[in-house]
């Protein structure tokens, strides 16, 4: 169905219908765009994160305590 079709078929639906299909595009563009943000790459975080030697290391009682 071309553009001009699909906004013929619309325009003689009663408003309220007119409504639930401006709604469901909006829904659809959301759904889009949810799924085009969640698509990550390998490596996109390489030399982001840092991880220290000491990591495992207990912390000193002075970080617990506030005084450091």
């Given at each position: ?45 390489k ?12 912390l ?9």
């Amino acid at each position: 169905m071309h553009n001009q079709e699909l906004l013929q078929e619309i325009e003689i639906l009663p408003p309220e219908l007119q409504k639930q299909v401006s709604d469901f595009v909006i829904f659809l563009r959301k759904q889009q765009q949810k799924q085009s943000i969640k698509k990550r790459t390998v490596g996109e975080y390489k030399d982001k994160i840092v991880l220290h030697d000491d990591f495992d290391e207990p912390l000193a009682d002075d970080f617990w305590l506030g005084e450091k």
